[in-house]
């Protein structure tokens, strides 16, 4: 019997159905990617953790979501939407029992990976499964609420964790249990939801031979793709600083111990992000690049300046700018670099993409690790921010200097 029957020509209510379902599910695995944020100190009290070791825990994380970006991110297309989204969100799962059982070192690395290979996964095939799905609930109509929804989802579920399990984490008895059986419990749900939605791809007669997602740039694109890369480096780059050791920041250098406020700098900075993506929905792609680099350079320099000063309210206003800037620049990089290629190597770019990213998301945070144990920790990131700075100058100069400008289109991330 096929466990995943095939409802491509479903009616158009259970497309309707399945779009919030996967909408549900999406949002509940990206919020479990950060429950861990607040947490961290906590493991840190318990364990005597170094900085470095949180950076390599989260660290971790990213690894998982590269390796499952560029060995699996793309089966679903002809595999089908179904069968590779319900074991990846089932992948949370795992992890979620990891956390549980596994408490240790050892297990907590174990557990980020897992919660990396499922992001990536889930990331991929959810976004184009919405757009399909909302095509089915709607024939020809625009995809910007799929693209909306998905943005929230993704942005939004990063921003929802740290704040959910901080308030849990300040208020129950077990705070590094608790968190991870509310979220267990909900991605099991979230699986049970997926497995009821539609398909939406029909899966090839001869299943193509297995490849890995291909990297690949025309040559005649590759200034302006690796100008739209560095911009997407340091937008994550950001988002790392507040999911990985903006905790350890207000605990020690601004003396603020809560765990409830130790998921509120990532809440912030994703919350702005999505917020900033909506509100430039009709926004020319320069005016994009540009407000979105100028906005993460001021957030830089604030939270920066916020270490020094030191100032808790100045921290959490530089993580807004910074994730407003960081949104609407990454946003910018897609639809710039969806424009390089042409539509069937329109994967393989965006993957290249994708993999600046998640080196941004890890390389600087893993450094900015190393460099506090051996100075001064708002010294370290001063340093950490100069790189920022220069990356964002890098992009500006490629992206910016030649005074091209372009209306925004629609992108499926894929």
Do not use: C
């Not at 297995?210 to 990297?215: A, E, L, M, S």
């Not at 407000?291 to 830089?300: D, E, K, N, Q, V």
């Not at 700075?389 to 629609?410: E, F, H, K, V, Y």
Request: hydrophobic share 60%; glycine share 10%; charged share 10%.
């Amino acid at each position: 019997m096929d466990f995943f029957p095939h409802t491509a020509q479903a009616p158009p209510r259970r497309h309707g159905a399945g779009l919030w379902a996967v909408v549900f599910a999406f949002l509940t695995v990206l919020a479990f990617s950060t429950v861990p944020t607040p947490l961290y100190a906590m493991y840190q009290a318990r364990d005597g953790f170094s900085t470095f070791l949180i950076t390599v825990i989260f660290v971790a994380y990213a690894v998982g979501v590269i390796l499952a970006l560029f060995f699996a991110g793309h089966v679903s297309d002809w595999l089908g939407r179904r069968r590779a989204l319900v074991p990846a969100v089932l992948t949370s799962v795992v992890s979620a029992v990891v956390f549980l059982l596994w408490r240790d070192l050892p297990g907590l690395l174990v557990g980020r990976v897992l919660s990396g290979l499922s992001v990536g996964i889930v990331t991929a095939t959810a976004t184009a499964y919405l757009g399909e799905l909302h095509l089915g609930e709607r024939p020809g109509a625009s995809p910007k609420r799929a693209q909306v929804l998905a943005t929230a989802a993704n942005l939004g579920g990063l921003g929802l964790g740290p704040i959910i399990a901080g308030v849990l984490a300040q208020t129950v008895d077990s705070p590094l249990t608790v968190p991870f059986v509310i979220f267990g419990a909900l991605l099991a749900v979230a699986a049970i939801g997926v497995v009821l939605a539609p398909e939406t791809v029909t899966p090839p007669q001869t299943r193509p031979a297995y490849r890995p997602q291909r990297v690949a740039v025309p040559a005649a694109a590759r200034r302006r793709f690796f100008g739209a890369a560095a911009g997407a480096f340091v937008a994550f780059a950001a988002f790392g600083l507040f999911t990985s050791l903006a905790p350890s920041f207000l605990a020690g250098t601004l003396g603020h111990a809560s765990h409830a406020l130790a998921g509120v700098p990532a809440f912030a900075a994703f919350t702005a992000a999505v917020a900033a993506q909506i509100a430039a929905g009709a926004w020319t792609v320069r005016r994009l690049l540009a407000t979105g680099m100028a906005a993460l350079s001021a957030g830089i320099v604030l939270v920066v300046a916020a270490t020094w000063a030191p100032s808790l309210a100045l921290f959490l206003a530089g993580g807004l700018i910074a994730g407003a800037g960081a949104g609407l620049l990454f946003k910018g990089g897609i639809v710039t670099v969806s424009g390089l290629a042409a539509p069937e190597r329109r994967a393989e770019v965006l993957a290249g993409f994708f993999l600046a990213a998640y080196v941004g998301v890890s390389v600087p945070v893993l450094a900015l690790g190393i460099l506090s144990q051996f100075i001064e920790p708002k010294v370290a990131l001063v340093a950490f921010a100069a790189v920022l700075l220069a990356g964002i100058a890098a992009s500006a100069r490629t992206l910016l200097s030649g005074g091209r400008t372009g209306t925004l289109q629609p992108v499926a991330a894929t």
